[in-house]
Protein backbone atom coordinates (compact mmCIF):
# COMPACT_ATOMS: atom_id res chain seq x y z
CA UNK A 1 0.00 0.00 0.00
CA UNK A 2 2.81 2.13 1.25
CA UNK A 3 4.62 1.55 -1.88
CA UNK A 4 1.30 2.25 -4.31
CA UNK A 5 0.87 5.60 -2.32
CA UNK A 6 4.57 6.73 -3.34
CA UNK A 7 4.02 5.94 -6.96
CA UNK A 8 0.81 7.29 -6.75
CA UNK A 9 2.21 10.66 -5.57
CA UNK A 10 4.93 10.28 -8.20
CA UNK A 11 2.67 10.49 -10.78
CA UNK A 12 0.69 13.42 -9.50
CA UNK A 13 4.06 15.63 -9.11
CA UNK A 14 5.07 14.08 -12.73
CA UNK A 15 1.94 15.82 -14.23
CA UNK A 16 1.69 18.56 -12.37
CA UNK A 17 5.30 19.80 -13.49
CA UNK A 18 4.34 18.92 -16.85
CA UNK A 19 1.19 20.82 -16.67
CA UNK A 20 3.02 23.79 -15.17
CA UNK A 21 5.55 23.52 -18.03
CA UNK A 22 3.33 23.28 -20.68
CA UNK A 23 1.58 26.76 -19.70
CA UNK A 24 4.44 28.24 -20.16
CA UNK A 25 5.12 27.33 -23.50
CA UNK A 26 3.03 29.80 -26.13
CA UNK A 27 2.74 28.21 -29.48
CA UNK A 28 2.46 31.13 -32.23
CA UNK A 29 1.27 29.58 -35.45
CA UNK A 30 1.93 31.51 -39.31
CA UNK A 31 1.64 30.06 -42.52
CA UNK A 32 4.79 31.67 -44.26
CA UNK A 33 8.46 30.39 -44.07
CA UNK A 34 11.44 32.43 -42.22
CA UNK A 35 12.00 36.02 -43.78
CA UNK A 36 8.39 36.75 -44.32
CA UNK A 37 6.27 39.56 -42.98
CA UNK A 38 4.38 37.17 -40.60
CA UNK A 39 7.66 35.55 -39.42
CA UNK A 40 9.27 39.05 -39.24
CA UNK A 41 6.38 39.57 -36.25
CA UNK A 42 6.84 36.85 -34.91
CA UNK A 43 10.16 36.37 -34.26
CA UNK A 44 10.27 39.96 -33.03
CA UNK A 45 7.43 38.87 -30.34
CA UNK A 46 9.37 35.93 -29.61
CA UNK A 47 12.69 37.74 -28.56
CA UNK A 48 10.51 40.38 -26.62
CA UNK A 49 8.26 38.23 -24.26
CA UNK A 50 11.09 35.90 -23.73
CA UNK A 51 13.76 38.76 -22.68
CA UNK A 52 10.83 40.75 -20.69
CA UNK A 53 9.38 37.77 -18.92
CA UNK A 54 13.09 36.78 -18.35
CA UNK A 55 12.48 33.02 -19.56
CA UNK A 56 9.53 32.46 -17.31
CA UNK A 57 7.45 32.19 -21.06
CA UNK A 58 8.81 30.74 -23.89
CA UNK A 59 7.15 31.27 -27.63
CA UNK A 60 7.50 28.37 -29.89
CA UNK A 61 6.80 29.42 -33.88
CA UNK A 62 5.27 27.13 -35.47
CA UNK A 63 6.20 28.04 -39.71
CA UNK A 64 6.09 27.66 -43.22
CA UNK A 65 2.40 25.64 -42.82
CA UNK A 66 3.51 23.10 -40.53
CA UNK A 67 -0.22 23.55 -38.96
CA UNK A 68 -2.01 24.11 -41.71
CA UNK A 69 -3.15 27.13 -44.00
CA UNK A 70 -4.07 30.32 -42.37
CA UNK A 71 -7.93 29.27 -42.42
CA UNK A 72 -6.52 25.74 -40.21
CA UNK A 73 -4.73 27.75 -38.17
CA UNK A 74 -7.17 30.50 -36.75
CA UNK A 75 -9.60 27.24 -36.38
CA UNK A 76 -6.69 25.81 -33.79
CA UNK A 77 -6.83 29.30 -31.85
CA UNK A 78 -10.66 29.43 -31.60
CA UNK A 79 -10.10 26.04 -29.59
CA UNK A 80 -7.26 26.86 -27.96
CA UNK A 81 -5.05 24.17 -29.46
CA UNK A 82 -3.15 27.02 -30.38
CA UNK A 83 -2.78 30.22 -28.40
CA UNK A 84 -1.47 32.95 -30.91
CA UNK A 85 -1.48 33.95 -34.54
CA UNK A 86 0.15 36.18 -36.83
CA UNK A 87 -2.82 36.02 -39.59
CA UNK A 88 -3.20 38.01 -42.90
CA UNK A 89 -6.52 39.79 -42.63
CA UNK A 90 -7.82 38.07 -45.73
CA UNK A 91 -8.57 34.33 -44.26
CA UNK A 92 -10.56 35.81 -41.64
CA UNK A 93 -13.33 36.71 -43.58
CA UNK A 94 -15.17 33.83 -43.29
CA UNK A 95 -15.04 33.60 -39.33
CA UNK A 96 -15.92 37.58 -38.86
CA UNK A 97 -16.53 39.65 -42.57
CA UNK A 98 -16.25 42.93 -40.25
CA UNK A 99 -12.48 42.25 -41.87
CA UNK A 100 -14.13 43.20 -44.73
CA UNK A 101 -13.73 46.85 -44.26
CA UNK A 102 -9.84 46.46 -43.82
CA UNK A 103 -9.33 44.77 -47.35
CA UNK A 104 -11.83 46.86 -49.44
CA UNK A 105 -10.49 48.29 -52.55
CA UNK A 106 -8.14 51.38 -52.83
CA UNK A 107 -9.82 52.39 -49.39
CA UNK A 108 -6.24 53.76 -47.97
CA UNK A 109 -4.27 56.21 -49.51
CA UNK A 110 -0.65 55.25 -47.72
CA UNK A 111 0.57 53.95 -44.66
CA UNK A 112 -0.03 56.66 -42.25
CA UNK A 113 -3.66 56.74 -43.25
CA UNK A 114 -3.50 52.87 -42.65
CA UNK A 115 -1.73 52.82 -39.43
CA UNK A 116 -4.23 56.39 -38.28
CA UNK A 117 -7.43 54.17 -39.04
CA UNK A 118 -6.05 50.46 -37.62
CA UNK A 119 -4.17 51.93 -34.64
CA UNK A 120 -7.52 54.17 -33.78
CA UNK A 121 -11.43 53.34 -32.87
CA UNK A 122 -12.15 51.63 -35.38
CA UNK A 123 -9.39 49.22 -35.63
CA UNK A 124 -10.24 48.64 -32.17
CA UNK A 125 -14.25 48.11 -32.98
CA UNK A 126 -12.81 45.56 -35.27
CA UNK A 127 -10.18 43.67 -32.72
CA UNK A 128 -13.22 43.38 -30.33
CA UNK A 129 -15.68 42.03 -32.83
CA UNK A 130 -13.09 38.89 -33.35
CA UNK A 131 -14.24 38.45 -29.38
CA UNK A 132 -17.77 36.82 -30.77
CA UNK A 133 -15.59 34.33 -33.02
CA UNK A 134 -13.24 32.76 -30.11
CA UNK A 135 -10.12 35.55 -30.76
CA UNK A 136 -8.73 38.28 -28.77
CA UNK A 137 -7.34 40.65 -31.32
CA UNK A 138 -4.08 42.28 -30.00
CA UNK A 139 -2.96 44.63 -32.75
CA UNK A 140 -2.18 44.90 -36.45
CA UNK A 141 0.71 44.20 -38.30
CA UNK A 142 1.05 44.26 -41.97
CA UNK A 143 1.43 41.95 -44.94
CA UNK A 144 1.43 45.52 -47.23
CA UNK A 145 -0.12 46.99 -50.54
CA UNK A 146 -0.77 44.03 -52.58
CA UNK A 147 0.36 44.37 -56.73
CA UNK A 148 -1.25 41.97 -59.06
CA UNK A 149 1.36 39.44 -61.38
CA UNK A 150 0.98 37.33 -63.97
CA UNK A 151 2.42 34.89 -66.37
CA UNK A 152 0.69 36.37 -69.54
CA UNK A 153 0.83 39.66 -70.24
CA UNK A 154 1.73 43.26 -69.05
CA UNK A 155 -1.41 45.12 -67.44
CA UNK A 156 -2.26 48.90 -67.34
CA UNK A 157 -5.98 49.10 -67.74
CA UNK A 158 -8.95 46.68 -66.09
CA UNK A 159 -9.71 45.62 -69.88
CA UNK A 160 -6.17 43.54 -69.93
CA UNK A 161 -7.73 41.58 -66.95
CA UNK A 162 -10.19 40.18 -69.11
CA UNK A 163 -9.84 35.94 -68.62
CA UNK A 164 -6.69 36.09 -66.40
CA UNK A 165 -6.87 33.06 -64.14
CA UNK A 166 -5.81 34.43 -60.75
CA UNK A 167 -5.85 33.07 -57.66
CA UNK A 168 -7.23 34.73 -54.97
CA UNK A 169 -7.15 34.15 -51.03
CA UNK A 170 -9.71 32.04 -49.03
CA UNK A 171 -11.97 35.70 -48.76
CA UNK A 172 -15.96 36.39 -50.55
CA UNK A 173 -14.56 39.88 -50.49
CA UNK A 174 -11.06 38.88 -52.69
CA UNK A 175 -12.97 37.00 -55.29
CA UNK A 176 -16.10 39.93 -55.49
CA UNK A 177 -13.05 42.36 -56.49
CA UNK A 178 -11.26 39.99 -59.06
CA UNK A 179 -14.51 39.01 -60.58
CA UNK A 180 -15.54 42.54 -60.93
CA UNK A 181 -12.46 43.51 -62.78
CA UNK A 182 -13.39 40.45 -65.26
CA UNK A 183 -10.80 38.18 -64.10
CA UNK A 184 -11.38 34.43 -63.10
CA UNK A 185 -10.47 34.17 -59.19
CA UNK A 186 -10.08 30.89 -57.98
CA UNK A 187 -9.64 30.96 -54.13
CA UNK A 188 -6.51 28.91 -52.95
CA UNK A 189 -4.39 28.51 -49.29
CA UNK A 190 -1.32 29.58 -49.24
CA UNK A 191 1.35 28.59 -50.78
CA UNK A 192 1.09 28.64 -54.94
CA UNK A 193 4.17 28.59 -56.24
CA UNK A 194 3.60 25.47 -57.78
CA UNK A 195 0.17 26.62 -59.13
CA UNK A 196 1.75 29.15 -60.46
CA UNK A 197 4.71 27.55 -62.15
CA UNK A 198 2.27 24.71 -63.94
CA UNK A 199 0.39 27.17 -65.00
CA UNK A 200 -2.85 26.51 -63.30
CA UNK A 201 -3.19 30.09 -62.33
CA UNK A 202 -1.70 33.03 -64.43
CA UNK A 203 -1.13 35.07 -61.65
CA UNK A 204 -1.43 35.83 -57.93
CA UNK A 205 -1.63 39.69 -55.95
CA UNK A 206 0.45 39.92 -52.93
CA UNK A 207 3.08 42.76 -51.66
CA UNK A 208 6.52 43.37 -52.99
CA UNK A 209 8.20 41.26 -50.22
CA UNK A 210 6.38 37.72 -51.41
CA UNK A 211 7.69 37.71 -54.87
CA UNK A 212 11.21 37.99 -53.23
CA UNK A 213 10.79 35.44 -50.23
CA UNK A 214 9.05 33.37 -52.25
CA UNK A 215 10.98 33.57 -55.68
CA UNK A 216 7.89 34.67 -57.74
CA UNK A 217 10.09 36.09 -60.21
CA UNK A 218 11.20 33.21 -61.78
CA UNK A 219 7.85 32.36 -62.63
CA UNK A 220 5.66 35.40 -62.94
CA UNK A 221 6.66 37.88 -65.56
CA UNK A 222 4.41 41.08 -65.09
CA UNK A 223 3.79 42.87 -62.31
CA UNK A 224 1.40 45.65 -62.28
CA UNK A 225 1.71 48.62 -58.98
CA UNK A 226 -2.23 47.83 -58.17
CA UNK A 227 -1.88 48.83 -54.77
CA UNK A 228 -5.46 47.25 -54.73
CA UNK A 229 -5.96 46.28 -51.59
CA UNK A 230 -3.94 46.89 -47.49
CA UNK A 231 -3.22 43.61 -46.46
CA UNK A 232 -2.84 44.04 -42.66
CA UNK A 233 -2.10 40.91 -40.48
CA UNK A 234 -4.47 40.13 -37.38
CA UNK A 235 -2.47 39.78 -34.19
CA UNK A 236 -4.66 37.28 -32.25
CA UNK A 237 -5.06 35.06 -29.77
CA UNK A 238 -7.54 32.53 -28.59
CA UNK A 239 -10.19 34.28 -26.15
CA UNK A 240 -10.28 30.68 -24.35
CA UNK A 241 -6.54 30.91 -23.24
CA UNK A 242 -6.42 34.76 -23.07
CA UNK A 243 -9.43 34.46 -20.41
CA UNK A 244 -7.52 32.41 -17.98
CA UNK A 245 -4.13 35.01 -17.58
CA UNK A 246 -3.35 37.03 -15.20
CA UNK A 247 -3.52 40.73 -15.62
CA UNK A 248 0.48 40.83 -15.53
CA UNK A 249 0.80 38.06 -18.28
CA UNK A 250 -1.55 40.09 -20.35
CA UNK A 251 0.07 43.12 -20.33
CA UNK A 252 3.60 41.46 -21.23
CA UNK A 253 2.08 39.50 -23.97
CA UNK A 254 -0.13 42.57 -25.02
CA UNK A 255 2.52 44.79 -25.10
CA UNK A 256 5.39 43.10 -26.42
CA UNK A 257 3.16 41.93 -29.61
CA UNK A 258 2.07 45.57 -30.30
CA UNK A 259 5.61 46.43 -30.42
CA UNK A 260 6.76 43.81 -32.52
CA UNK A 261 3.62 45.11 -35.09
CA UNK A 262 4.85 48.29 -35.21
CA UNK A 263 8.62 47.33 -35.71
CA UNK A 264 7.75 45.18 -38.36
CA UNK A 265 5.54 47.94 -39.96
CA UNK A 266 8.36 49.98 -40.28
CA UNK A 267 11.07 46.87 -41.31
CA UNK A 268 8.60 46.20 -44.07
CA UNK A 269 7.86 49.75 -45.24
CA UNK A 270 11.54 50.46 -45.43
CA UNK A 271 12.71 47.82 -48.15
CA UNK A 272 10.05 48.02 -50.50
CA UNK A 273 12.47 50.56 -52.68
CA UNK A 274 15.24 47.76 -52.61
CA UNK A 275 12.67 44.98 -53.27
CA UNK A 276 11.42 46.57 -56.39
CA UNK A 277 14.87 47.48 -57.67
CA UNK A 278 15.97 43.70 -57.24
CA UNK A 279 12.84 42.16 -59.00
CA UNK A 280 13.73 44.06 -62.12
CA UNK A 281 16.96 43.13 -61.74
CA UNK A 282 15.86 39.58 -61.80
CA UNK A 283 14.09 40.44 -65.56
CA UNK A 284 10.43 40.89 -63.96
CA UNK A 285 8.18 43.75 -66.09
CA UNK A 286 6.84 46.32 -64.13
CA UNK A 287 4.31 48.32 -64.54
CA UNK A 288 4.42 51.25 -62.30
CA UNK A 289 1.56 53.71 -63.62
CA UNK A 290 -1.73 51.98 -64.25
CA UNK A 291 -4.48 53.22 -64.41
CA UNK A 292 -5.88 53.48 -60.76
CA UNK A 293 -8.87 55.63 -61.60
CA UNK A 294 -10.33 53.06 -63.83
CA UNK A 295 -9.52 50.19 -61.47
CA UNK A 296 -11.18 52.40 -58.64
CA UNK A 297 -14.00 53.00 -61.07
CA UNK A 298 -14.71 49.23 -61.68
CA UNK A 299 -14.52 47.92 -58.31
CA UNK A 300 -16.72 51.22 -56.49
CA UNK A 301 -20.09 49.46 -56.57
CA UNK A 302 -18.42 46.96 -54.15
CA UNK A 303 -19.85 48.56 -50.92
CA UNK A 304 -23.51 48.40 -52.16
CA UNK A 305 -23.42 44.40 -52.65
CA UNK A 306 -24.25 41.76 -49.71
CA UNK A 307 -20.37 41.82 -48.98
CA UNK A 308 -21.62 44.73 -46.53
CA UNK A 309 -25.32 43.73 -45.77
CA UNK A 310 -24.73 43.58 -42.07
CA UNK A 311 -25.47 47.00 -40.37
CA UNK A 312 -22.36 46.76 -38.51
CA UNK A 313 -20.00 45.77 -41.22
CA UNK A 314 -21.98 48.33 -43.51
CA UNK A 315 -21.83 51.06 -40.59
CA UNK A 316 -18.26 50.57 -39.77
CA UNK A 317 -17.49 50.61 -43.48
CA UNK A 318 -18.76 53.76 -44.48
CA UNK A 319 -17.08 55.67 -41.34
CA UNK A 320 -13.84 54.10 -42.94
CA UNK A 321 -14.86 55.40 -46.16
CA UNK A 322 -15.63 59.18 -44.50
CA UNK A 323 -12.45 59.17 -42.80
CA UNK A 324 -9.90 58.06 -45.47
CA UNK A 325 -11.35 60.26 -47.99
O1 LIG B 1 1.58 36.36 -46.78
O2 LIG B 1 -2.31 34.05 -48.92
C1 LIG B 1 -1.81 35.14 -49.20
O3 LIG B 1 -1.87 35.66 -50.31
C2 LIG B 1 -1.07 35.84 -48.11
O4 LIG B 1 -0.83 37.15 -48.46
C3 LIG B 1 0.15 34.98 -47.89
O5 LIG B 1 0.01 34.45 -46.63
C4 LIG B 1 1.45 35.65 -47.95
Given at each position: ???F???L??V ?5 T ?5 AKTIK??V???P?S???IVA ?6 L???S ?5 VK?F??G ?5 T ?6 QIGA???GV?T?G?F????P?V??I??P????D ?6 I???P ?5 L ?6 G ?7 E??F?N?T ?6 V??E???G ?7 S ?12 N ?12 E??V ?8 W?L???K?F??Q ?13 ID ?5 W?K?L?G ?6 Q?A ?11 N??K?Q??L ?16 D???K ?15 V ?6 VI????
Amino acid sequence: MKRFLVCLSLVMFCAATTAAEAAKTIKLGVVTKPGSAQNIVADKFKELLEQRSNGELEVKIFHSGSLGNETEILQQIQIGAVELGVITSGPFDSFDPIVRVIDYPFLFKDHQQADQILDGPLGAEILTSLEGSGFKGLCFSENGFRNLTNSRKAVVRPEDIEGLKIRVMSSALHKSIWQTLGANPTPMPWPIYTELEQKVIDGQENPLWVLEVYKFFEIQKYMTLTRHVYSAHIDVASLNWWKELDGETRDLIQAAMCEAAKYQRSDNRSKNQARLALLKEKGMQVEENPDIDAFRKQVADLKDIDLFSTPEVNTLLRKVIEQTR
